[in-house]
């Protein structure tokens, strides 16, 4: 008979075996799925006590304002003041028009723009337009679509319903826009001008040459103001005057928004002494000895003060060039003061790239020829961009040929 305990009897486990059969005990799991719960509730209270930082906001920047790289340009070049007139505002309205037809499948081609007139509102001029649209399936679909791009981009404008075949639309509560809607275009009678005349200049040339090298390939005389200073001033000024092109200095003035829109260190102001002004015209002047013209880069400021634009006309005379004001002000002295001084004057009409876009410039472009048709001549300046390059390329194979396109040193002075 064996004397030892039953549980003497038994193997004893040892190893893995024993270890999980020890863990695997009521005790030691109440204890583990414990010490879980209260390690979550734990992190559970710290997520819901925890401070959530503030979201970041970022500032919605309009599509026109973007500033968009472009080929060779010096990245801290600034190109133009911004302005908030009310042409600015028209062509916001335009693009909104644009947009609309787009959305609509209206081909660009076939809006027809039949009248332009240069109107006045507060001291600034702007461009009040007929336009007669291609035929319209849904017309009220055409307002509602159309009503809403333009309080995307100009939330106070009105588009006004005139009737089964116009609507307008008023912006700070001025006519702007003229849209005939009928099925059968309506006939009007164009104003008739004998040889209309139409010069394109292309402005703040000198970092863009690749671009450059597209406009002047291009079958139109365009005239070009190159920066005195820019990043390529003299492989461009070489190549406008090896292609037989215009060439005006670029001349940087002062802007409202100086010292926030800066000019350049090349500019004139109107802090400057009248010996100052003459010494900076010297320099910007020697840079460019080809040119035949001068036309103010900015210079909203300084093409307002009458004393200064004295100095400066006279010192352009003493040098036989003849001045273009681009009008970036309403309250721009040039006129006068070119009166005054004698010295050959022209005055900027249109603005063509404000806006980015083809179309859009493809439009200001046919505003231009009306301008040209109703008053005989018109001036618009444009810039070096890709999408100017591309609307001139499709222009000049569908524009007005009843309208001549001239260098402006073929147009009379006013």
């Known amino acids: 008979m064996d004397d030892r305990a039953s549980d003497t009897n038994t193997n004893e ?11 695997y005990r009521p005790g030691p799991l109440i204890c583990l799925f414990t010490l879980a719960f209260l390690a979550l509730a734990g992190l559970g209270w710290m997520a819901l006590n925890a401070k959530t930082p503030p979201p970041q906001v970022i500032a919605p920047v309009a599509e026109e304002r973007k500033a968009e790289p472009e080929p060779d340009k010096a990245p801290d070049k600034v190109y133009e003041e911004a302005t908030s007139d009310m042409e600015d505002r028209v062509k916001q309205a335009d693009l909104a028009i644009i947009e609309t037809m787009r959305d ?6 076939d809006l027809d723009l039949v009248d332009v007139e240069l109107r006045r509102f507060e001291e600034r001029s702007y461009h009040y337009q007929v336009l007669q649209f291609p035929r319209i399936q849904d017309r009220n679909r055409f307002l509602v679509t159309l009503r809403k791009r333009l309080y995307e981009r100009l939330p106070d404008a009105v588009l006004l319903d005139n009737g ?3 609507a307008a639309i008023e912006i700070n ?12 275009p309506q006939i009007i009678a164009r104003p008739e001008a004998k040889g209309p005349k139409l010069v394109v200049v292309i402005d703040d040339v000198g970092e863009n040459y690749g671009v450059l090298k597209g406009l002047a390939g291009l079958d139109l005389p365009l005239t070009f103001a190159v920066w005195p200073h820019a990043s390529h001033t003299r492989e461009c000024v070489d190549l406008i005057s090896g292609t037989h092109h215009d060439l005006l200095v670029h001349f940087p003035m002062e802007p409202m928004g100086y010292p926030k829109v800066n000019p350049g260190n090349d500019a004139l102001f109107v802090s ?11 320099e910007n002047l020697d840079s460019i000895p080809e040119a035949i013209g001068v ?17 400066t006309l006279a010192e352009f005379k003493r040098h036989g060039l003849f001045f273009l004001d681009s009008l970036t002000s309403g309250k721009s002295v040039g006129r006068s003061t070119a009166k005054a001084v004698g010295i050959p004057f022209y005055e900027r009409d249109t603005f063509l790239d404000n806006v980015k876009d083809v179309n859009a410039i493809l439009l200001q472009l046919r505003k231009t020829e009306r301008v040209a048709q109703r008053q005989g001549r018109a001036i618009a300046i444009g810039h070096p961009y890709r999408q100017t390059l591309a609307a001139l390329k499709q222009w000049q194979e569908s524009r007005d040929t009843s309208i001549q396109v001239i260098p402006l040193s073929k147009l009379s002075p006013e």
């Open 164 to 166: 089964d075949t116009e």
């Open 295 to 311: 036309n103010n880069h900015m210079g909203s400021r300084f093409t307002a003060d009458g004393p200064d634009m004295a100095v």
């Open 13 to 23: 486990q040892t190893g893995l075996d024993g270890f999980l059969k020890r863990i």
């Open 173 to 184: 509560g001025q006519r702007t826009h003229l849209l005939l809607l009928e099925a059968t």
């Open 104 to 109: 609509l499948d209206l081909k660009m081609r």
């Open 272 to 282: 400057m002494t009248d010996a100052q002004i003459r010494q900076r015209i010297e």
